[in-house]
């Protein structure tokens, strides 16, 4: 049974390193392989490692308000490399301001993200969320019940 693979990394000129190693230290201990490139990722880079890894979501944090225009034209280039149906999650604190969360998520949702999470969410949630989407996409493994 293939174990999913995650990519997982912080978008653009991004520094923030704390909530990136643990979210690698939850979805590595709930069974997922994880491909974690820490921060300063570029679109690029997420998808040459989605290709190379045959990773099954890329899973972006932002976490210094411009995960907007970093975000921007992924799903576009996922398509143009040939992987335009993985699954794209992205979390942290998305924008600067009063925009309510409602109306981010649609934003993001818009630019081709599977899932769209709030300031704080917890990793628990996704690993919820990655459980349906797989098991949706016909994949047959659980997390945290296979290696
Ligand atoms: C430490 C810190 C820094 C450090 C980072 C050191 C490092 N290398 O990590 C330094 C001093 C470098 C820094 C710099 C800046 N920072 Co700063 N920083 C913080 C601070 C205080 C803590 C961040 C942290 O470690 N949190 C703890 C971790 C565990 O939480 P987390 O990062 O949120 O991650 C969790 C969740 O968000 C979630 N999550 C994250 N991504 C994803 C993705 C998915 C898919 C899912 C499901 C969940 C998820 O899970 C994670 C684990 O639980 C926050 C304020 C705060 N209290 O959060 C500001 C904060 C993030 N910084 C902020 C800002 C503005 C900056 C600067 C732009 C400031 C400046 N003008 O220079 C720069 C940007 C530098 C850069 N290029 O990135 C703002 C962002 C504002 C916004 N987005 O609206 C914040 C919120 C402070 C504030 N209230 O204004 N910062």
Known sequence: ????????????????????????????????????????????????????????????????????LDCRGLRSKCIEAGIGRILLYVGGNLVVGKASFPEVEKVFKEMGFDRVYPPGTSPEQAIVDLKKDLGLRGEDFHAGTEK
């Not at 921060?39 to 990773?55: D, G, K, N, R, Y």
């Open 1 to 68: 049974m293939k174990v999913p693979t995650l990519v997982l990394g912080v978008i653009g000129m991004d520094v923030h390193a704390v909530g990136n190693k643990i979210l690698e230290y939850v979805f590595t201990n709930a069974g997922f392989n994880v491909v974690n490139l820490g921060v300063m990722v570029s679109q690029e880079e997420f998808i040459s490692a989605a290709i190379e890894t045959a990773a099954d979501v890329i899973m972006v944090s932002s976490l210094y308000g411009h995960g907007v």
